[in-house]
Every structure is written in C-alpha cells, then in structure tokens.
C-alpha cells in the first residue's frame, strides 16, 4: 500500500506540475511579480497606518480560522478503488498515514507563509508581542495536524469534523484575543490533540467509508482543476454555454452583415461559453479587488497596465477557438476580416476592463493625476496590444 501511494503521489506531481508550467508562463510570472509587489506596497503603507481597534480581533480570529482551512486530506483515492482495493482494506491505515504526511507538509508551507504574511496585523490586533505572536506557528502546526487526524479516522467512525475545524480554533484564538498568553492557548490545543489520540483505536476498527474518502478526494482535486481553469483550459473541467437571456441586447445589436461574421461569433463564445467568460469576469474581479486598495502614481498605473495585459493575454486563443470546426471555412469572408473582426472584440472588451479597473480605483481614493495617468496609459497599452502586438503574433503562429 505504501508503494501505491507513492506511484500515484509521482503521477499526481506529474500532473500538477504541467499545469503549473501552463500558469506560470514567462508573461504571467512577471505579471504576477509586479502583481504581488503592488499589494505588498498597498499591504506596507496599511500597517503603517494601522491603529488597535476592538474589530479588529474578529477580523483577526476570521483569518485565522479560514488559513487552518487550507489544505485538505490529500487520498489520491479513484472510484474504482472501492473494488480493487476491498480486499485490502485492513491494510488502508498505512496508505491513508503516507496521505496525511504528504497532505500535512504542504498545508504548514500554505500556513506558515499565510502566518508571516498575517503576522504584523496579528500583533496589533492582539495587542501581542512579537514572541507571543510566535506561538501562533507550533498552534497551527498541532491544529492542522489533528485536523488531518480527524478527516482520516473520520472514514471509520463516520463522525462530524466541523468542531474540530472551527469550534476548537474560535475557542483557542479566543483565549488569544482576552489577552491569554499565547502559550496557554498552545497547551490547550495540545491537551485537545492528546484526548484525540486517546481515543483513536475505537475508530481504527470500524468500516472504512469507500464513498466518502472518494467523493471527498474528487472534490479536493475539483477544486485544483478549478483553481488551474482560471489561467489555462484544464480538460478535465469541461465548459458549458449558457443561454445569459439578459445579453440579448447586446447580440441584437451586433451588425449581422458579411463584415461581421466573426464580430458575431467571437463575442458569442466569449460571453456564452463558461471558458472564456468566468475567466473574464474572476480576473476582472481580482483586479478590481488590486485596483481599489492600491493608490500610488506611480504603482497604481503599472498595476493596471499588468492586469490589462493579463486579461488581453489569456483572451488570445479565442482567435483560433474554432479552427477545428469545419463549417467556419465557409464563411463568405477573409483571413483579414477575421483578424479585423477580432481586434474589435478586443478591443471592447479590454476598455470595458480598463473602465472598470479605473472606477475601481476612483472608489478606492480619488486622485485626478493618478487617474489620468492610468487611463492615458490603458488606451495606448489597449491600442497597441490590439493592433500591434496580436496581429503579429497571429501572423508569426500562422507562418
């Protein structure tokens, strides 16, 4: 059992790591530099301003809950394994413990990295200093370890894990937030994870959960795809067209002429397809979220110009979406209306991006030069992404 859990821990890194190349392209790694350092400068100048509030503890206490939330039990269980793997059922502990090591040391590097980042905000909002504000990491680590624990027994016992996510962890940060040293909270947990282990052989003997350790891992692994669909097409998640009756406006105002045959098809697949739509509208969102907090003029414009780009970019395969079917080669139109019929989608739907980003940050604190710098910026980067820089892309891939 030990051996399969490797094998597929080998093919599952495989897997990822693929993925991981498609996201991580050389655009999208420097756009996220630039990204990242953006909210860094915004998160800066929000300590520096930061002053104790009594909220702030909720808000704390919220965090922190949803940080021990990251990273579930990682089973690499299939559907098919409830028949081939009956017969070793007595022998699943050791494949479900080579699952908890290997689920527990990505979920400390997610929540240690969450922690330092959270750290400073933590010690204001606590009112706690810098070595009590340490306890948090052992806390974690011993948290997320019995959370794991209990996922993994709870195939046997079939009990609810939920106190232990989020019942335990409101408990012992609330000890931190009356102002508890840290470390009684950190014995407490301790205290809590020895009654656990107390009781593990009761579990240990009942009947393994076949449906609920797969439904859960294909859930787990769901949720990655989704994570990877927002920057590259992952074919396991399959897109849907939707009917959006409340965008019949706007296709009923499309030319239906010769001219226009692509105009209407790419704004078509755009909006009613699940691809390229949710794409749009969650980059959107995580740009409008940096837009707002983000107010300098010098950064905030190259925010903007990055995110921008960054929609522009992963919008470009819709060009060529369509080369596969067939009935499009008889169309009554050329090789230079279609580039000409794509660069006008572009181009409205990056101003209508661009409009939203600055609005965004108009909300966020009105600053005239800020914002008219950004907007003289977007236009120009709109104008020559749309007619220069595609179109020689596209002509350099039709070569």
Do not use: C
Not at 7 to 16: P, S
């Amino acid at each position: 059992m030990n051996e399969l859990f490797t094998q597929r821990r080998k093919v599952h890194f495989a897997r990822m790591m693929k993925y991981l190349r498609l996201v991580f392209n050389d655009q999208f790694t420097i756009a996220i530099m630039f990204f990242v350092g953006g909210l860094g400068f915004w998160y800066s100048g929000f300590l520096k301003s930061l002053e104790f509030a009594w909220w702030e503890k909720f808000i704390g206490m919220a965090l922190m809950i949803g940080l021990l939330q990251l990273g579930r039990l990682a089973t690499l269980l299939k559907p098919a394994d409830k028949v081939f793997l009956m017969a070793q059922e007595v022998n699943m502990e050791r494949y479900l413990k080579k699952g908890f090591w290997h689920s527990m040391w990505l979920a400390q590097f997610m929540q240690i990295i969450g922690l330092i980042i959270m750290l400073p905000f933590l010690q204001v909002a606590f009112q706690a200093s810098f070595i009590q504000a340490l306890w948090l990491f052992p806390t974690f680590i011993v948290f997320k370890a019995l959370i794991l624990y209990d996922q993994m027994q709870s195939y046997y016992s079939q009990h609810n894990v939920l106190w232990l996510k989020i019942v335990l962890p409101l408990i012992t940060f609330a000890l931190f937030g009356v102002r508890l040293d840290m470390a009684w909270a950190f014995i407490f947990v301790l205290l809590a994870a020895g009654g656990r282990i107390i009781v593990r052989d009761k579990f240990w003997n009942g009947m393994f959960n076949w449906n609920q350790a797969i439904e859960d891992e294909a859930s787990r692994q769901l949720s990655i795809y989704r994570f990877f669909n927002l920057f590259t097409d992952v074919p396991l998640i399959q897109g849907k067209t939707k009917r959006r009756a409340w965008l019949d406006g706007w296709f009923n105002r499309l030319p239906k002429n010769q001219d226009n045959v692509y105009t209407n098809l790419y704004w078509r697949g755009l909006l009613r397809g699940d691809e390229y739509f949710g794409l749009l509208v969650r980059l959107t969102a995580i740009g409008g979220v940096a837009a707002y907090f983000v107010h300098d003029k010098f950064v905030t414009p190259l925010i903007l110009v990055l995110i921008v780009y960054l929609i522009g970019f992963q919008l470009l395969p819709l060009f060529d979406n369509y080369d596969e079917i067939v009935f499009t080669r008889l169309y009554p139109t050329d090789a230079k209306t279609r580039q000409k019929n794509f660069n006008g989608v572009l181009v409205r739907i990056l101003s209508i991006v661009g409009f939203v980003m600055i609005v965004a940050n108009l909300i966020g604190q009105f600053n005239l030069i800020t914002i008219l710098i950004s907007l003289a910026l977007v236009i120009a980067e709109i104008m020559l992404f749309s007619f220069v820089y595609v179109p020689s892309r596209i002509a350099k891939k039709q070569q």
